[in-house]
């Protein structure tokens, strides 16, 4: 079994920053990519950003230049520092990671979720 639990969600006010984090847990083999997906009520789960292994990165253009991902693998945690919050920013925020994972008999890829965090940005 592999868990993800994110925190970090508030409700802030626009133009603020917040960072969350996701930290990974489990028979983790190895973590290939983690990222972030978000949600806003009465739409779908869009990519926010995403983070490989090798460091390399990919964002929403939406989020483009306001938003970082980044990765502590020693930690397994993945973190998103997100600046210049807007309204439209406002959303569950979930987890995910693609992960190698021990089981009894050998490895096995597993897609996680976490459970979400919100994010309300309002004034």
């Known amino acids: 079994q592999v868990q993800l639990v994110e925190s970090g969600g508030a409700l802030v006010q626009p133009g603020v920053s917040l960072r969350l984090s996701c930290a990974a847990s489990g028979n983790i083999f190895s973590i290939a990519a983690m990222g972030w997906y978000r949600q806003a009520p009465g739409k779908q789960r869009e990519l926010v950003a995403t983070t490989t292994s090798s460091g390399s990165t990919n964002y929403a253009d939406s989020v483009k230049g306001r938003f970082t991902i980044s990765r502590d693998n020693a930690k397994n945690t993945v973190y998103l520092q997100m600046n210049s919050l807007k309204p439209e920013d406002a959303a569950v925020y979930y987890c995910?990671?693609?992960?190698?994972?021990?089981?009894?008999?050998?490895?096995?890829?597993?897609?996680?979720w976490g459970q979400g965090t919100l994010v309300t940005v309002s004034s």
């Open positions: 995910n990671a693609r992960v190698i994972a021990h089981t009894g008999e050998g490895y096995r890829s597993l897609e996680v």
